[in-house]
Every structure is written in structure tokens, then in C-alpha cells.
């Protein structure tokens, strides 16, 4: 079972809110199933985005993959230290491997709990 402390999107990005603040990564399943990771592409701080939306590019050796936004809001920080360690990403992806922290506005309405996003896992065979 994935953490129960945040929410998740379809398209496997993950969203955890403290005080106003969405840290936001990629869950485990995307991470193997990209697998090989050569580039991230994080949008700066002050950027603006909206739920549902690329902020950002994740590469591997087989595809390279948009990421989508679970909030609204203004980024205000990305992880630099990510691009250069990818492999955090396998290790950590719900710590050290987050990827962008934003001040929300409003969440997706298509976020899921852990345990939805679990059954949609398993609908994606």
C-alpha cells in the first residue's frame, strides 16, 4: 500500500498538502515503469500551475513522459538537487524524490486516496 497521507492522480503524480503547501512527486509504480531515468525537466519557483496540467518532463531511455500538476498555485521550490540524482527517485520517491513544493489555490477534483489509487492500479493490469 502507497502512503495514506497524500493523493494521488491517474497519471501517478502524488500530492501531499501541509499548511497550504502540496509537495508533489511521482509515485513508485511510474518510477519502474520508466525505469532507466536520464532527465528532468522542473519548472522554478514563482512559476505558476494548474491542476491537470504539464509543469514538467521526465526522460528515460524509453519515452519521455510530461508530469501533471495535482493543484493549482505557485511554485515555491523545486527539488535542483533531483536532476542530478535520479536514482532518488527510485530509492525515495515519497521523501527525497519530490519534485516540486506549491502554494495551492485548489486541488484537482481527480485526486484519489491511497486506497483508490490502488484499485486503479490494478485496473491498469
Given amino acids: 500500500m502507497r502512503p495514506t497521507d497524500r493523493k494521488y492522480l491517474k497519471s501517478h503524480e502524488w500530492s ?30 514563482g512559476t505558476k500551475v494548474k491542476a491537470g496540467q504539464p509543469f514538467g518532463e521526465i526522460e528515460s531511455v524509453k519515452a519521455v513522459s510530461e508530469l501533471y500538476s495535482p493543484v493549482t498555485g505557485e511554485i515555491v521550490e523545486s527539488n535542483a538537487d533531483l ?19 506549491v502554494r495551492v489555490q485548489t486541488e484537482s477534483p481527480d485526486l484519489m486516496d491511497a486506497k483508490t489509487y490502488e484499485k486503479h492500479l490494478e485496473s491498469e493490469g
Avoid at 536532476?83 to 513544493?101: E, R, V, Y
Wanted: hydrophobic residues 50%.
Fill in 16 to 45: 501531499k498538502t501541509e499548511a497550504g503547501i502540496a509537495t508533489i512527486g511521482i509515485t513508485d509504480w511510474a518510477v519502474s515503469h520508466l525505469s532507466d531515468l536520464v532527465f528532468l525537466d522542473l519548472p522554478a519557483a
Fill in 83 to 101: 536532476t542530478d540524482a535520479l536514482d532518488t527517485l527510485g530509492t525515495d520517491p515519497w521523501k527525497a524524490g519530490w519534485m516540486i513544493k
